[in-house]
C-alpha cells in the first residue's frame, strides 16, 4: 500500500496527506482504497497478473468514454507496476439499492438500461480495432461456461452430470447463440457494477468486455441473484430495453433472453461454487439458492431442459 499511496501522490500530488480505507470488493485479485481528506474523490487500485484483461481496463474506460458511456475516469496508469488511479464513483452500487420500493429501484434501473443500449450501440469493429476486447462469444465459449458450471457446481453438489448432460440441448445452445448478430458486450453487467450517485449511474468492471448478444447482458441484470426481482419487474424492464434498443420483434427478443439467462445463470453459478470452494471465498456460496432457483424455473418452462430443473435445486440443496 505504502508504494501505491507513493504513486498516487506522484501522479495526483494534492492527494499527498490524504487517508485511504480499503474497499472490499468483488472475487478478483485487484484492490481497491477509496480516499478522504486530500485524496477525496478518488479511488487507487492495485492488480496483479491473474487476469490478463486487468491491465486494458484503464484503456476500455477511455473507450467507453469517448463515446458516451458513463464510466469512472482514469487519472493515471502504470502498467508496468500494476496501478491505477480512478475517479471516485460513489460508495453506492444497485445492490446497495436492493431493498428499495419498485417506484425507485425501477428508475436505476432503467437508468442502468440505458447505458447498456449506449454500450451496446457502439460499433465493434472499433473496439475490436483499438484492441479493447476480448474473444468474442463463440460457440467454444458458450461450451467452456457450460463446463465450468458442470464442473464446479454440478459435481461440487455430488451430481453425476455425465447423462444429464447427454439429455441437454447444450451444444445446440450454444451453436444456435453464437449465429446471432453481436454487439459490444460488458460481459459482467450485474448490481454490483452498477454505481449510483445523485440518481445517475456509471459501470465498473467493464475490463472483461467481448463481442456478444446484448440478451447476455440484459438477462445478467434482470436475472442477478444477488437481488431480488419478481417476474412482472422482470419482464416491464426486459421490456423497457426492448424500447431502448429498437427490438421489435418480442418473440424474437425472449427467445434471446431466455437463453442468454440459462447461460448466464450456469456461468454464475460455476463462479460461485469456484469461488466459494475452490477459492474459499465462501460469501459466495451464499448466492447459490437463488441462482439455482431462477435457473430451475428457466429450465421447467422450456421441455427440452426440464431435466435440469430438478438435478440443479438437487445440487443447491446438497450444499457446498
Known sequence: MRELVRWVESVHPPSSGGSWTEIDKGGSDRRFWRGDGPAAGLVAVAYGAEKAENARYADCAIFLRERG????????????????????????????????????????????????????????????????????FDAALYRWEQDYFFTHFMAGGGEDGVSLRNNLPLEEQAEQLALRPRVLLHRDFQSQNILVRGGDVSLIDFQGMRGGLAGYDVASLLYDPYVPMSAGEREELAAVYAGLAGRGDAAAWGEELCACARQRLMQALGAYGFLGRTKGRRQFLAHIPVGAERLAALCEAEPDWKPMADAVRRAAQRGF
Open 69 to 136: 458511456v458513463s464510466v469512472p475516469a482514469v487519472l493515471a496508469h502504470d502498467a508496468s507496476a500494476g496501478f491505477m488511479l480512478l475517479e471516485d464513483g460513489g460508495d453506492e452500487d444497485l445492490w446497495s439499492h436492493r431493498e428499495a420500493p419498485w417506484e425507485t429501484r425501477r428508475e436505476l434501473y432503467v437508468r442502468a438500461l440505458e447505458q447498456a443500449a449506449r454500450m451496446h450501440a457502439v460499433s465493434l469493429p472499433d473496439a475490436e480495432h483499438a484492441g479493447v476486447v476480448q474473444q468474442p
